[in-house]
């Protein structure tokens, strides 16, 4: 009687990629949230909608690269999503430029979460090359976002 083995595919531990897509989720929200409360053509209007497709992008990459590595992506913000929300309704109270300071201050933490993954040893090579990428998109909007607040 002859046996058979059988060889599974590991996984990566996807736990780092999926903090980043939930990230991601959020920044979605708070831009969704941030372009309703500016009108089309307004200055910004344009930086704002961009970079949440920016954002949606990313977290599209982010969820075929985790189901990539046999892993289930996050399917919400989590806890991110709730805070987003609450800074943003706060800002909302504010005027525009808190809410663009609280915008940047999301782009900064979502920066030092990336460079926190790239930090990760265990994190495959395919995933710091895709985290590297989308690190440098993100970092372009920090610069607009100082000019929009200095001229709010």
């Known amino acids: 009687m002859a046996t058979t083995t059988t060889t599974t595919t590991p996984t990566t531990d ?20 941030a372009r309703e409360k500016v009108a089309p053509g307004e ?19 982010l969820w075929h690269h985790i189901e990539q ?32 300071k609280a915008l940047k201050e999301g782009e900064e933490h979502g920066l030092k979460d990336y460079q926190d993954a790239l930090e990760d040893k265990n994190l ?9 990428g989308l690190i440098e998109k993100q970092r372009q909007h920090v610069p607009v976002l100082d000019r929009l607040i200095s001229q709010a």
């Open 43 to 61: 200055p910004g209007a344009a930086d704002l909608e961009r970079f949440q497709l920016d954002h949606r992008d990313a977290a599209d990459k």
């Open 69 to 100: 590595h046999g892993g289930k992506p996050s399917e919400g913000s989590g806890p991110w999503g709730a805070w987003a929300k609450l800074v943003q309704g706060t800002a909302k109270l504010l005027g525009n430029a808190a809410a663009l």
């Open 124 to 132: 495959p090579a395919d995933c710091q090359t895709l985290i590297r």
């Open 14 to 33: 996807v736990s780092a990629l999926n903090s980043l897509l939930r990230g991601e989720m959020s920044a979605i929200e708070t831009y969704r949230q």
